[in-house]
């Protein structure tokens, strides 16, 4: 997603399960009318050591083809056992939930700790929609690499019952 330059969105939601859907204008503009699978496949285990380049390269090229649907307008919406289910997604906010207030920032630091923030705070449309989206779909986590290199991961914190977002740029240097 960093890769190409132009940023994008993430949505990783429960396999089987459709919720995710109303927090999404439908129709998604490019659903799957079956899930693509080759990044499932080639993830669930490495070959013997004989085809492991074969199979590396193949992986790589599935990675690069799904982080490339990121680039187009929309979120990229895969189950979290590697299946996308289509692209373009318009996030919106759940009917009857309420707007997102309040998240809580972390970043990998040692000794560093959370920070309470407005969502704009974060960045732009991408990273509110990705917060509203982790805290109306709870079970799912939203991925948002901007153009400036941040990359951030939303997910719901039953703990402190909000949305973390968790700054992670540092760790993909």
């Given at each position: 997603?960093?890769?190409?330059?132009?940023?994008?969105?993430?949505?990783?939601?429960?396999?089987g399960?459709?919720?995710?859907?109303?927090?999404?204008?439908?129709?998604?503009?490019?659903?799957?009318?079956?899930?693509?699978?080759?990044?499932?496949?080639?993830?669930r285990?490495?070959p013997?050591?004989?085809?492991?380049?074969?199979?590396?390269?193949?992986?790589?090229?599935?990675?690069?083809?799904?982080?490339?649907?990121?680039?187009?307008?929309?979120?990229?919406?895969?189950?979290?056992?590697?299946?996308?289910?289509?692209?373009?997604?318009?996030?919106v906010?759940?009917?009857?939930?309420?707007?997102?207030?309040?998240?809580?920032?972390?970043?990998?630091?040692?000794?560093?700790?959370?920070?309470?923030?407005?969502?704009?705070?974060?960045?732009?449309?991408?990273?509110?929609?990705?917060?509203?989206?982790?805290?109306?779909?709870?079970d799912?986590?939203?991925?948002?690499?901007?153009?400036?290199?941040?990359?951030?991961?939303?997910?719901?914190?039953?703990?402190?019952?909000?949305?973390?977002?968790?700054?992670?740029?540092?760790?993909?240097?």
């Open positions: 997603m960093r890769a190409h330059g132009r940023g994008g969105s993430l949505l990783v939601v429960s396999a399960s459709d919720a995710w859907r109303e927090s999404i204008v439908a129709p998604v503009p490019y659903a799957a009318s079956q899930p693509f699978t080759e990044l499932a496949v080639l993830g285990a490495a013997p050591e004989a085809e492991r380049r074969a199979w590396k390269e193949s992986l790589s090229r599935a990675i690069d083809a799904v982080a490339g649907l990121t680039a187009v307008d929309g979120a990229v919406v895969m189950t979290g056992q590697l299946e996308v289910l289509g692209f373009g997604a318009k996030i906010r759940r009917k009857t939930w309420p707007p997102v207030e309040q998240v809580t920032v972390t970043e990998p630091i040692q000794g560093g700790t959370g920070t309470l923030v407005h969502p704009e705070q974060l960045g732009g449309t991408r990273h509110f929609s990705a917060a509203q989206f982790a805290q109306d779909q709870r799912s986590v939203a991925l948002v690499a901007s153009q400036d290199g941040r990359f951030t991961v939303f997910a719901w914190s039953e703990r402190d019952n909000m949305v973390q977002a968790h700054r992670i740029e540092a760790l993909l240097l």
